[in-house]
């Protein structure tokens, strides 16, 4: 493993720390795992001054209400199984109706539509880096099966994972070709 780490930081153009944790766990445990680490090492519970937060430049919410920030990081570490509107109402100390409309003011989406948004997103995620099945990454993105999270990947994105895919494929094959 050491001369993995080190045949890294000989990468020409260099490499950060987190995409050698991503490369590290993709090789040893798996790109699933991998997308899940990188996931957790870059979502922050407090948002970092000074630097746009990952958060921002995926499209999440940029809220300043702590609540609501709060209950972001539990969705984004709770993809799956997603936990329910009202245990995470719950756990941050309000009510499910308070939580709706906050979320529904600062976002325009209810908590629940938020919270499939933000698994779909990680969903794309999963399909544009990995060769997971698209059974697996709908598992891994909390859906009860593939067919439920095609719906709604073609509903939010216009397409369907399974031709997305095969688009990115013939666009970099067509890329390595030139």
């Known amino acids: 493993m050491c001369h993995e780490v080190a045949a890294w930081y000989a990468w020409p153009s260099g490499i950060s ?4 944790a991503a490369e590290l766990t993709r090789r040893h445990c798996g790109p699933g795992t991998s997308a899940k680490v990188v996931h957790q090492m870059t979502v922050a519970s ?3 001054g000074g630097h746009m937060s990952r958060r921002q430049a995926l499209g999440y919410i940029s809220a300043e209400k702590d609540r609501l920030r709060q209950v972001v990081v539990l969705m984004e570490k709770n993809l ?5 509107i009202a ?3 719950r756990l941050v100390g309000s009510s499910t109706r308070q939580l709706e409309r906050a979320f529904v003011a600062e976002t ?3 908590p629940s539509g938020f919270y499939r948004s933000l698994r779909l997103k990680y969903g794309r995620w999963l399909l544009t880096t990995s060769d997971t099945p698209v059974s ?3 598992l891994e993105c909390g859906f009860s099966d593939a067919s439920h999270f095609i719906r709604h990947f073609q509903a939010q994105f216009g397409v369907p994972p399974g031709r997305l895919r095969l688009v990115l494929a013939k666009g970099s094959k ?5």
């Open 80 to 84: 799956s199984p997603p936990l329910e």
């Open 46 to 48: 407090r948002r970092a």
């Open 17 to 20: 720390v987190i995409e050698l």
């Open 108 to 110: 325009g989406l209810s």
């Open 174 to 178: 067509a890329a390595a070709e030139a």
């Open 87 to 89: 245990v995470i109402a």
């Open 136 to 138: 697996e990454i709908a």
